[in-house]
């Protein structure tokens, strides 16, 4: 059933007084006194200074009621058949599991992967509700506790010290669009990089290293392979963190890094061990299945 | 010796109820979540769970079952990606969104962090979330972006219990979950006096809210809104009753009155 929020999301914006964001002050400035809870669909929340004309276009098409009905009832339909095929074919025949899940998870497994629509890890990689705590952002990068807070590391540090995972996979694939991004991306700072070149710049090192060994190849070839040393990174960015090193090296937690190639559909996949003689790390046991 | 071990600890909490029965509640509800937990990694063959044959497992399954049995769809989809929709879930075990909402490959660009939440616009701070909506948005041009919550999140209960004073006992948690300090606060003057439990299940809803809000905040999000090409939608996945609601933002322009 879709509703308005008129009304909730003024008092909404009215509650964030305590946001630092200048962006979400001046919502809120707009918001209390510009509308009230019985305009229905109408809710204006742009800011005063823009002018309305030119970014609205012809307001006719725009309050087209058809045109968003049908789209809300559609999107409703689509969700409630989605959902229902869930519950019926998963949910109902393992009721017992499920509700033993709702009082808690203890998943074994962390998995970091891409936000890529194709590369789901609970598809691609078997995993059933339960079993892996996912994390999933743009190219699947993990940033060193030395560049500060990002969403992968609050998530990160709730699954190895509070849900105490086992083992921790970071799951990369081929044709990665933030890869790609990273690698045709011009090396000047701009104050015109947009927010996917700010972000896969955290990749430079894989960059780097894949332009000096493979600038012979093609830039698809140097794509996959920057893909695959982008893995390395993410999986020693781990370490940086003191609370998966101190677990590593006690063997309570277990790192590996896989790669997923849609094109062929193959997984290669390697561990991340500890060794003991010279507190370092190196990679072993990697094998490819196709 | 395991034998032992568990029978001292069973007659430790015997002696321990008997002294003070006031506690009977508190371990009956921690006995639960024992029992859940050790049902739920039973399942998964806790005795020897080896991680690379799990995976070796789901993936050879995968192929065999999936993507062997739909080469067209497969052979698209190595070529590029163009869905829908853009879901922001929680990384928690029990909501993948390929499991509840029975998305395919190529269906949905997700991203999943603690408490599914989305941090309002910031260049520095969140690169990560604002890279994410701009390649959906701008790049694969979705149609929807859809927040989705659920019951029991353990996001939204260290956001209800954290007391979020600048005395931070994490590293990184803390300062994650208080994006959503609105919906806490709201919650807590709504309704002060309700159970804990009642209380994160409002905040959690609360929450999708105040994330929907911050979607706002990103210029080529609002764009997207105002031209009517982009719309926001909030969910919540309920599985401790196995139901599932949805909701969504609307926006839009009244008509003009002369005054």
Redesign the interface.
Known sequence: ??????G??R???S??S??Q?G??HK?QQIGSDR?QLG?A??????PRRTN?VQ???I?E???DPN??TE??YD??DE?RH??L???RQ???PE?E??Q??????????MVIGC??????P?????????????????AN?VTPVQN????????????V??LQV??I?VMGHS?C??IAALMSHQNHQGQHS???E???MNGKAAKLRTQLASSHLSFDEQCRNCEKESIKDSVMNLITYS?IRDRVKRGEV?I?G?YYN??D?S?E?W?LSSDKTNYGFYIS?REI?S | MGNESYEDAIEALKKLLIEKDELKDVAAAKV??I???L???S??D?KS?D??E??????????KE???TNPAL?GE??K??S?KYMVFAC????????????????????????AN?V?????V????????????VL?LKVE?IVVIGH??C??IKGLMSFPLDGNNS????E???KIC??AK??VL?ESESSAFEDQCGRCER?AV??S???L??YPFV??GV???TL?L?G?YYD??N?A?E??????????VHSI
């Not at chain 2, 799990?54 to 050879?60: L, P």
């Not at chain 2, 994490?170 to 948690?173: E, G, L, N």
């Open positions: 059933m879709a509703f308005t929020l008129g909730r999301v008092r909404l914006v509650a964030t305590i946001h964001n962006c979400l919502l509308f305009e669909k109408a809710i204006r929340l742009l309305m970014e609205l276009g307001r098409e725009f309050m045109r968003e789209t809300s999107f409703l969700m989605r959902f095929k869930f519950k998963k949910y109902l009721i599991k499920f033993a899940l709702a009082i808690a998870q203890s998943p074994k497994v936000a890529d629509s194709r590369v789901c609970s598809y691609v990689l078997g995993f059933q509700p339960g079993e892996a705590f996912t994390i999933r952002n743009v990068l500060g807070p990002t969403e992968t590391n609050s998530a990160l540090e709730f699954a010290t509070t086992e083992n996979i044709n669009g933030g947009s927010l996917v700010r972000w896969v609370w277990k590996h896989c849609l094109s559909c997984l996949k561990r046991d299945w | 639960k979540k029992t859940a937990e049902q739920t990694a399942s998964s806790s769970f991680p690379v799990r995976i070796k497992e789901g993936f050879v399954t995968f192929k999936k993507y062997e497969y989809l190595a590029g990606q869905p990384s928690d075990s029990r909501v993948c969104p390929s499991h509840v909402l029975n998305f395919h490959p190529g269906d949905a660009f997700v991203v999943r962090n603690i939440m941090p309002p616009f910031d260049k701070k969140y690169a990560g979330v604002g890279a994410a909506i701009e390649y959906a790049h929807n019951s029991a353990g996001g994490t590293d990184f948690i300062d994650w979950v300090l609105p606060s709201k003057a609360e809210n105040v929907l809000a911050n706002l905040t609002r764009e105002v031209k009517g719309a939608k969910g599985f401790v196995g599932f949805l909701w969504e933002l609307q926006f839009g322009i009244s008509p």
